[in-house]
């Protein structure tokens, strides 16, 4: 089992030593199964010759019994013993004399019979080759006389009110149908008609399961068949022969006639029919002309019926497989329009006599079944039929519209919840008609369903009454729902324009406020939902609204202070509404003052807390004036945290701090000219509370050091000075983080050493490394580049964590086309590697590092990439490309990935080089040697690690898509030594099918296109992957 990492191979093969061997007599093997069936059916029955006996049974431990079960199911032998264990009689034969001398327990019977089918279903979608062909039709007709023997038990335990064994006949069809597409078998509806239900009329509904298995077996992803082309031959047979299906279906419903309580023949109609239109595609003619359809829509009328929720299935499924921009489907939408219509609309005849629509009497009755049923089908055909609907041509497209707008009114969350797919693409077919006269007549037109669509949508994003006591993850899906709602709400203003939803949730913010201020005082505070409701949909609108909007927006603004500040999900709805509005209220800085004090507050509150420091940092983002008051506010929560013991149970959750503080730097950084000495008001308690915990008597945890590294970082990114050149006398960026840099220089070095192995404490230092790195810039950075390079080979020597690996990139990347650094970064790479190397012996130590091996290579590729001629030229390239090759074999997607982005960066390079001919220098010249020399040194191992991936014997995450691919590095490969590679490939695809090998050896030698060698990498790993289920 090469397909495994090592330790569960070793594991694998522990396992299987532990079961008896199959035998291929299926006189002895029968026993066997018999025996594990009835440990794993039914463990506590005594199944030896004697209940004293202390001579144990290989089957006595479950597991063994089912990795037995399990193993069998894969040999050729089973074929025959499946095919026994269908068989009462052979069974009984077979059971040891002490087992037959008692009664066969019926539901041990069952299970046994139910394990024979399923085990029977599953060869015949993958296991065919075992048979010879010659013994397909005997076979077909063994499980054909079992589904006769079967289905018709269950007709009898019908009449004879017992269980019926609905499940072994599923499984039995399911079974007979994938061996039918093995087969080709082209007459099986008319055999199976004319063998089965003509003789046996009473088998309707389980000939239906069969019928309806056909196509599922066809599409399943499970189906290994030898050619593709057998396949669509397959389903085209099925396309033509969907008459034969619909005849069937026609006449099943002619038996029932006004039988209603013939509920299962009823099902199987359905169910077959939703299968056929779902995978067959057939001809919407044959569909528009069936007595199906009346009967089907006959069926919608009454949502208590039964089948009522399958036929809504099989409508659902007829709008999505023929919707109106289909050619050819004019008939059958002409046909199911007024039929949908009648469901929800009333005619002129009964609007004044009061009586209902189905869809009506279902929203009277709360019938959650039926509202969700008939809100399906409204929302669907709107859908499907969206062309019909923006047509320019009138036929009472309101008419649906407005259907899909009753659905959306339904109360339940839920249900109105399936009609929010359709709002959002009427919105995009309404923006996209052209031309813009015609779109505007359009949006006009449908301006009264859209306005009320706001009020509905409002409503529904209010929150249950006692919604405070719902467990998180309830509460997490609720706002699930709640942003698509405020979704819809939003799109509604790409067509109406943010000032008209803006008033169409101002005004009635307004109408709650006074609803709410009219209550008696103590009934107030619990009514909050409303007004909530009505803020999170004035905030879902806020990139709508103008910055001089003057009517609702100020009364919002003048609101958010006066509301009960005792309910934490409504302060925190305000919270997010005040950031949201941001850029307005830069533009009417006096509705601040109130606001910024109440946002503080919020702080201190859990639930509230993250809002407010979010809108805290959207503020000031946006308002020039807060300086001086959110530097205050931010010296507080610094004394604050101060006061509690290390800052570890302060109150202000560490992400929310720092969205504080990012909002202060942004919002001091217009007055650091005039001011300089807010930087060192920022920066100095950093750097005090750094150097504190860097001392060697300080005991800090490391989730101490990695808040103050988040801190540093956080100033270090978004302190906005100018950058350099700067005026005299006035710092600038670069010198700001090279000073910054320096002094904490030796406290980080000092804490990085007290958790060396720390993961976060290492992630958040490179962080701040990289972001000074980039934020300060390589030239003004040099300074410091042979400490942080030393610091890196150090850190990563103790810790070996990836993220020193991912620093090392950056600076890679930052300071390679230097050619003054160069050696520098050779001698970076040689020291990281040489730890890698040192710590990654074996395939488990590659397997227990996979982020190591990862980064350890996207920094190698980098290497190639930036700075080639050091690397390249040294010994270290041939250490690598073997340590590729281990690397190759780890089943980890990221680890894959890096090692194939170094292998395709090395070709490339190399090809590169190849190209550039006699221009090439004599650094150039000396790079393509060495080059040339490790590819062919270690490219055979590399080769066939690809080549085995390719068969599926190796992980192939990345098989052509992206930087880094096995069909990047053998096209290129290919282009650079085509000969070589052939010579090297050859002999680990000898196990490939021949015809596809064949294929894609000659995309090789004719040397293809990329696209086109990509298309042919696809096409051989697909074959060899079925070749592969049919050997599993």
């Not at 089992?1 to 291929?24: I, N």
């Not at 026993?31 to 039914?42: H, K, N, S």
């Not at 499984?171 to 509806?189: D, E, K, N």
Request: glycine share 4%; aromatic share 6%.
């Amino acid at each position: 089992m090469s397909s495994l990492p090592q330790q569960q191979q070793q594991q694998h093969q522990q396992q299987q030593a532990e079961l008896p061997p199959h035998s291929s007599d299926p006189e002895q093997e029968l026993p066997r199964v018999l025996l594990a069936l009835q440990t794993v059916y039914a463990p506590n029955t005594v199944v030896g010759p004697n209940n004293n006996s202390s001579t144990s049974s290989p089957f006595d431990r479950r597991d063994v019994a089912d990795r037995y079960l399990t193993s069998f199911q894969r040999t050729a032998v089973a074929w025959i013993v499946c095919d026994r264990l269908l068989s009462t009689a052979d069974v009984n034969s077979a059971t040891p004399a002490t087992a037959a001398a008692t009664t066969e327990d019926s539901t041990l019977r069952t299970q046994r019979q139910f394990f024979a089918a399923q085990t029977l279903h599953a060869k015949c979608l993958s296991d065919v080759y075992q048979l010879p062909p010659t013994s397909l039709p005997s076979l077909r007709d063994s499980l054909l006389n079992h589904f006769l023997t079967h289905a018709t038990d269950s007709v009898r335990a019908h009449l004879e009110n017992r269980p019926a064994n609905r499940p072994l006949v599923t499984r039995l069809s399911m079974a007979i149908a994938s061996l039918a597409v093995q087969m080709g078998w082209s007459t099986c509806l008319t055999d199976v008609t004319n063998s089965v239900l003509t003789p046996h009329p009473e088998l309707g509904p389980a000939v239906l399961e069969l019928f309806r298995s056909i196509p599922e077996e066809a599409d399943s992803n499970r189906l290994v068949l030898g050619s593709e082309e057998d396949l669509w031959a397959y389903r085209d047979m099925l396309r033509n022969s969907s008459h034969v299906v619909l005849g069937l279906c026609e006449h099943a419903v002619q038996s029932i006639g006004n039988n209603s309580s013939d509920v299962a023949t009823t099902e199987a109609v359905l169910s077959c029919l939703q299968s056929w239109i779902r995978i067959v595609d057939m001809d919407p003619q044959l569909l528009e002309r069936t007595v199906l359809l009346p009967w089907m829509f006959d069926l919608l009328t009454d949502f208590n019926r039964g089948g009522f929720e399958l036929a809504v299935d099989v409508v659902v499924e007829m709008l999505r497989t023929y919707p109106s921009d289909r050619r050819g489907v004019e008939g059958l939408v002409t046909a199911i329009i007024p039929r949908v219509m009648t469901l929800g609309q009333q005619l002129d005849g009964n609007v004044n006599t009061g009586q209902l629509t189905p869809f009506q009497r279902s929203v009277q009755e709360e019938d959650e079944d039926g509202m969700r049923g008939y809100c399906r089908i409204f929302t669907e055909m709107s859908e499907s039929y969206l062309s019909l609907i923006l047509s320019h041509e009138e036929m009472n497209q309101a008419s649906l519209v407005e259907l899909v707008l009753q659905c959306a009114g339904i109360p339940d969350k839920e249900i109105a919840g399936i009609t929010l797919h359709f709002w959002y693409r009427f919105v995009i077919g309404l923006e996209e008609l052209e031309p813009f006269e015609y779109r505007q007549i359009k949006i006009d037109s449908f301006a009264p369903q859209l306005t009320r669509l706001l009020a509905i949508c409002t409503h529904l994003l209010k929150y249950p009454v006692g919604v405070e006591d719902l467990s998180p993850d309830r509460l997490d899906d609720l706002e699930g729902i709640r942003l698509y709602f405020a979704d819809t709400i939003e799109d509604c203003c790409r067509l109406l324009g943010g000032e008209v939803v803006l008033r169409a949730t101002g005004d009635p913010l307004r109408e709650e406020c006074n609803r709410v201020a009219s209550l008696p005082p103590n009934k107030q505070l619990s009514d909050w939902h409303g007004m909530e409701a009505y803020l999170y949909a004035i905030q879902a609108v806020s990139m709508y609204v103008p910055p001089d909007e003057r009517q609702v927006i100020p009364f919002v603004m003048g609101l958010i202070p006066q509301l009960p500040g005792e309910v934490p999900l409504l302060r925190a709805t305000a919270c997010q509404t005040v950031g949201k509005y941001a850029s307005w209220l830069g533009m009417q800085p006096s509705h601040l003052q109130p606001l910024l004090p109440y946002l503080a507050q919020g702080l201190s509150i859990p639930k509230c807390a993250s809002a407010s420091a979010v809108a805290i940092r959207e503020i000031c983002e946006k308002c020039n004036s807060l300086g001086d008051s959110v530097l205050q506010l931010y010296d507080g929560i610094v004394a604050a945290r101060q006061q509690h013991s290390g800052g570890e149970d302060f109150i202000l959750d560490l992400r929310n701090e720092l969205e504080v503080l990012e909002g202060v730097c942004k919002a001091v950084s217009t007055k650091l000219r005039e001011e300089p000495s807010i930087i060192n008001h920022l920066a100095q308690p950093i750097v005090n509370s750094l150097k504190a915990i860097s001392s060697p008597q300080s005991v800090a945890s490391p989730k101490q050091i990695s808040a103050e590294l988040c801190r540093l970082t956080v100033l270090v990114q978004h302190l906005r000075l100018p950058r350099p050149p700067s005026q005299p006398g006035i710092m600038n960026r670069s010198e700001f983080i090279l000073g910054l840099m320096r002094e904490a220089w030796p406290m980080l070095d000092a804490v990085s050493q007290k958790y060396p192995r720390d993961f976060n404490c290492g992630e958040k230092l490179c962080r701040l490394h990289k972001h000074s790195l980039r934020e300060c810039g390589p030239v003004h950075y040099a300074p410091l580049l042979e400490s942080l390079v030393e610091q890196t080979v150090k850190n990563f020597g103790l810790s070996l964590s990836s993220p020193y690996l991912y620093l090392a990139s950056i600076i890679v990347s930052e300071y390679g086309r230097n050619a003054a650094h160069s050696k520098l970064l050779y001698d970076m790479v040689a020291s990281l590697a040489s730890a890698v190397f040192n710590t990654l012996r074996t395939t488990d130590d590659f397997t227990a590092h996979p982020d190591v091996v990862e980064e350890f290579f996207f920094m190698a590729g980098r290497m190639i990439n930036y700075c080639p001629s050091p690397l390249v030229q040294s010994p270290l390239l041939n250490s690598l490309l073997q340590c590729a090759a281990l690397g190759m074999k780890l089943y980890h997607r990221d680890a894959n990935r890096g090692t194939l982005n170094f292998l395709e960066s090395t070709v490339s390079y190399s090809l590169k080089l190849r190209l550039s001919g006699p221009s090439l220098d004599a650094n150039g010249q000396a790079d393509m040697a060495a080059l040339e020399r490790a590819i062919l040194a270690e490219g055979q191992p590399l080769v066939i690690n690809l080549a085995q991936s390719l068969l599926g014997d190796l992980p192939a995450y990345r098989l052509d898509s992206g930087s880094g691919s096995i069909a990047g590095v053998l096209f290129y490969l290919n282009q650079l030594c085509p000969d070589l590679l052939m010579q090297w490939i050859q002999p680990p695809l000898t196990t490939a099918p021949e015809h596809a090998k064949s294929a894609f050896l000659v995309a090789l030698h004719n040397r293809v296109a990329r696209e086109e060698f990509n298309s042919s990498v696809r096409r051989f790993t697909a074959v060899c992957e079925r070749s592969r289920k049919r050997k599993i």
